[in-house]
């Protein structure tokens, strides 16, 4: 009866379809199956019955909610760097976005939703989220001409990059769907 690989995948879907397809053959008996017919389903439905796995894993295949709204929100990565990873004293950057736009600072500054310019905050904490940063602040790299590279001179060793979307007005994002605006990595450089 196939019982040993059912239980071998131990998946509900597994056993389901075939519950069906022995009940739609039942059915072709036609309107008057013989009481033989009925009490092996009997039997077999329930043997199968004692055979389901537990209903925890039921829910298993779908995804939770929070991820699928997750692939929506903006984010911000490195492109050609990653966190851990090792370069030379003279490494490009470059940036990524997903669900926000990277446009120049204008003159008046202006502060429009899901508009901003990127900013690179080396070997210092990033920004906190709704903070200005200031222009000519050391360590935090303003890409106000909507850039979204720079070629680096490191000293050897660790360092820190903190890659940030802020506005218009040179203002972090704030606001928990805006977190992924935020992204910071440590890399070592050699010599
Ligand atoms: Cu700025």
Request: proline share 9%; charged share 20%.
């Amino acid at each position: 009866m196939g019982a040993p690989l059912m239980r071998a995948f131990d998946h509900p879907t597994v056993t389901e379809p075939k519950e069906t397809d022995m009940i739609s053959r039942i059915r072709r008996f036609g309107s008057a199956p013989s009481l033989a017919a009925l009490m092996l389903a009997a039997l077999w439905l329930a043997g199968c019955a004692s055979q389901e796995p537990p209903p925890e894993s039921e829910t298993g295949s779908e995804p939770p909610p929070a991820a699928a709204a997750a692939a929506d929100l903006p984010r911000v990565f490195f492109v050609n760097v990653e966190d851990g990873g090792q370069y030379p004293t003279e490494q490009e950057i470059i940036f990524g976005v997903e669900n926000f736009d990277i446009v120049p600072v204008e003159d008046p500054m202006v502060v429009r939703p899901g508009e901003g310019h990127y900013h690179l905050a080396v070997d210092v904490p990033c920004a906190a989220a709704g903070e200005i940063i200031v222009q000519g602040t050391p360590s935090y790299i303003h890409f106000g001409d909507g850039s979204d590279r720079i070629t680096m001179q490191f000293d050897s060793g660790e360092h820190s990059l903190c890659l940030q979307v802020a506005d218009g007005e040179h203002r972090v994002i704030a606001g928990p769907e805006h977190a992924g605006l935020t992204q910071e990595i440590h890399v070592t450089v050699v010599e």
